[in-house]
């Protein structure tokens, strides 16, 4: 029996990382061509053996998103290396911690800490947009998924540029969906909970008791329960589904 993303060639940025490396599993398990885009060119290569190990196709991509050549190479790779480029997962992403700015109010960001934090989490995303539009109008169509967050539907305490981006990729999401439907294009976004990734694991350490007492499910989520919706979502099953947030979070929003 085929995939449900059979013959599909997909981009996934954040690729060597927790949610990034469980979809590109799931979308090789479903049948996709993949291209592995990371920061970090050692995790993005452990992805695509990972993938090719399990039978898939994959192909390692290396830069920052938040660099728009960089990006438009990236799409370039993929359109050169399988013809078109039908799902893109536009998931890289940087937590607090990672800028310095763990545990900081929002008067006590660094102007640099907030500036990297839009840089990659907002920017990186309507860079990737910018230079996959084009590409999937080119061909007749395309589906993308962006990573947003409960911190794109909520403010969460001591996280202010990263709530601030998180909205702004739901904002982008729904105002691609609006611009880009009469292109056959689709454009949703993914928001998960607290999910056991490199991510969280500052967070948890600090508020982990906190965080999982407003958690209705009173776990966190595995990475690989993020993929399913993203595969679903960038699938021909989603076929009228557009402009649309969903909560992968364990009821988190539902309190
Ligand atoms: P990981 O840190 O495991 O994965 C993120 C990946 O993105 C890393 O491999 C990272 O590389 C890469 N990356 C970071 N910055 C850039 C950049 N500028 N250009 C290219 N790649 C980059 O975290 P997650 O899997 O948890 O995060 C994936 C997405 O999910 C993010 O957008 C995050 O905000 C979102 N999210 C995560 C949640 C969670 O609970 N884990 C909850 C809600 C949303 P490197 O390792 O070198 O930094």
Not at 122 to 147: D, R, S
Not at 153 to 160: D, H, K, N, Q
């Amino acid at each position: 029996m085929s995939g449900i993303l059979e013959g599909k060639s997909a981009l996934i940025t954040g690729g060597g990382g927790g949610i990034g490396r469980a979809t590109a599993l799931a979308f090789a398990r479903e049948g996709a061509r993949l291209a592995i885009a990371d920061f970090n060119e050692q995790a993005a290569q452990e992805t695509v053996a990972l993938v090719n190990a399990a039978g898939g196709q994959a192909m390692t991509l290396t830069g920052d998103v938040t660099d728009s050549a960089t990006v438009k190479a990236m799409v370039a790779s993929v359109v050169a290396a399988y013809g078109r480029l039908d799902c893109a997962f536009n998931n890289a992403g940087i937590a607090g911690f990672q800028v310095d700015a763990s545990g900081k109010r929002t008067h006590e960001w660094a102007d640099e800490s907030f500036d990297r934090m839009i840089g990659v989490n907002l920017k990186g995303v309507w860079l990737c947009m910018k230079h996959e539009l084009p590409q999937m109008i080119a061909q007749g169509g395309g589906v993308i998924v962006n990573t947003g967050s409960i911190a794109g539907l909520v403010g969460l305490r001591t996280s202010s540029a990263y709530v601030a981006a998180k909205h702004g990729v739901l904002g982008l999401t729904k105002t691609a969906a609006l611009e880009y439907a009469g292109d056959n294009i689709r454009v949703n976004a993914v928001c998960p909970g607290y999910i056991e990734t490199n991510m969280t694991a500052d967070t948890m350490r600090r508020r982990g008791a906190e965080i999982m007492a407003s958690t209705p499910f009173g776990r966190m989520g595995k990475p690989e329960e993020i993929a399913e919706m993203v595969v679903w979502l960038s699938s021909d099953r989603a076929s009228y589904v557009t402009g649309a947030c969903y909560n992968v979070d364990g009821g988190y929003m539902a309190v």
